[in-house]
């Protein structure tokens, strides 16, 4: 599993709880040294192994888990490059779901070797839509839930999501558009400003 998806799961446990506690973690997951390199790629039974040992720690299953590192990643100040980069799928919530095809692409204009799953949406009636997450990144589909709800709040939209399970090996969100400008989002200029 490439490292920056590690560095996610190490970055959230760090920021959200302590670095004391992360080393506790590690430890039983037997990773030696203080963590994972981002630019690294690690047998994907270390990562899973890290990830149990992370909601063992904290007591809860792995999709909230993955849910909240997918609220982290795009709601984090230090990670604020990540919500910039969704944020020029488009101008509303609507035109930054129907971005998301190109996502994967996206990520490895950025990073060659990070492949994310591939993800397709769909227009089933107005206002309902599916996000198909393809298989190659286990829980892949939980992270995106968080990534979809944090971003309906940055739009200022009223969405509903549900995580639909495993259909042929890959996992299914059904998202319903209530409203999409039920609230004031978030600003957003198109040019990054300087402190």
């Keep these: 599993m490439h ?3 590690n560095c996610a799961i190490q970055s959230f446990f760090c920021h959200t709880y302590s670095q004391a506690r992360w080393r506790r973690v590690t430890r039983r997951a037997g990773l030696s040294g203080s963590g994972f390199e981002a630019m690294l790629t690690y047998e994907d039974a270390l990562s899973l192994r890290v990830l149990d040992e992370v909601c063992a720690d904290l007591g809860r299953d792995r999709a909230e888990v993955l849910e909240d590192i997918g609220t982290f990643i795009v709601s984090h100040p230090g990670l604020e ?3 910039r980069l969704l944020r020029f799928g488009g101008v509303t919530y609507v035109d930054f779901l129907h971005s998301l095809d190109d996502l ?3 990520a490895r204009l950025a990073v060659a070797d990070l492949n994310l799953p591939a993800l397709e949406l769909r227009e089933l009636t107005s206002g309902m839509l599916t996000l198909t997450c393809g298989p190659g990144l286990p829980g892949f589909g939980c992270v995106m839930m968080g990534v979809l709800r944090t971003m309906a709040d940055d739009y ?3 969405v509903i999501l549900d995580h639909r399970g495993l259909r042929d090996g890959c996992e299914v969100i059904s998202i319903a558009l209530i409203e999409t400008d039920f ?3 978030r600003s957003f200029d198109l040019g990054a400003r300087s402190a």
């Design 156 to 158: 200022g939209a009223l």
């Design 3 to 5: 490292g920056l998806i």
């Design 104 to 106: 994967p692409d996206r």
């Design 183 to 185: 609230a004031k989002g």
């Design 81 to 83: 490059a990540l919500r």
